[in-house]
């Protein structure tokens, strides 16, 4: 995971309703984990999840501009994002 990847991912959750965002998060997450599994398996990104990386997996969904850090909207994402991430490896979750 990049840098780059949790900022794509927060400026996504900004623009959902707070009680909606670690919801969403764990949606993502789990897109991303399908898509790397399919990325290893076939050899090749997959067609509507992505690479399985986090930005690939916000493909398509909105992106608010990116505020600074003492925003605490944003900062509440970045929270639900490093919980999420914290929260250990992901097992088999994916929702179909």
Not at 52 to 77: M, Q, R
Not at 78 to 92: C, D, S, T
């Amino acid at each position: 995971m990049l840098h780059s990847d949790v900022v794509t991912l927060a400026r996504v959750l900004l623009g959902v309703k707070r009680e909606d965002r670690a919801d969403l998060c764990d949606r993502i997450f789990d897109n991303a984990h399908a898509a790397d599994k399919y990325r290893k398996r076939m050899g090749a990104n997959h067609v509507a999840l992505g690479s399985g990386h986090l930005a690939s997996a916000c493909h398509g969904l909105a992106l608010l501009p990116e505020p600074f850090l003492s925003n605490k909207n944003y900062a509440d994402c970045l929270r639900i994002i490093f919980e999420r991430v914290l929260r250990g490896p992901i097992v088999n979750r994916v929702r179909r």
